[in-house]
């Protein structure tokens, strides 16, 4: 299997329901950094699993949806908790979106996967990974 992984941030603010969250229940901010990690089991006729020029402006992309933002504003996010759990999966799906309607070049309609890594700190973070 071969992959590439492009790489960006966001920053957020939100809260969340729940004792479990402790303080965290209360309105704060957050940077992620943001691995994306594209498969596939063979190389294309290029020689690549997916442009990278066009990787890294997808995801950018789709990180300018939610950065500088109040999650809990968001209608897409209404009765959710933006868990770093969930803003993985969300920032996968719309990447995955993006390839069906071909923004990330006609080779990534053989991707067979996508895993979306969000660093919470050096010490803790959360994937999502999903077949295509």
């Known amino acids: 299997m071969f992959s590439v992984t492009v790489r960006d941030h966001m920053m957020i603010a939100h809260s969340f329901r729940g004792e479990v969250f402790g303080p965290a229940q209360r309105l704060h901010g957050a940077t992620f950094v943001v691995d994306t990690t594209f498969r596939r089991p063979d190389l294309d006729g290029d020689g690549i699993v997916v442009d990278i020029g066009l990787a890294t402006e997808q995801l950018r992309a789709v990180l300018g949806?939610?950065?500088?933002?109040?999650?809990?504003?968001?209608?897409?996010?209404?009765?959710?908790?933006?868990?770093?759990?969930?803003?993985?999966?969300?920032?996968?799906?719309?990447?995955?979106?993006?390839?069906?309607?071909?923004?990330?070049?006609?080779?990534a309609r053989d991707l067979s996967g996508i895993t979306v890594t969000l660093h919470e700190s050096h010490i803790a973070w959360a994937?999502?990974?999903?077949?295509?």
Do not use: C, I, K, Q
Request: aromatic fraction near 6%; avoid cysteine; charge should be negative.
């Open 65 to 107: 949806e939610l950065t500088y933002r109040n999650l809990d504003d968001e209608a897409a996010f209404a009765g959710v908790n933006t868990t770093t759990e969930v803003l993985a999966r969300t920032v996968a799906d719309r990447l995955v979106e993006r390839v069906h309607a071909g923004e990330l070049g006609a080779g």
């Open 127 to 132: 994937s999502y990974e999903r077949s295509l």
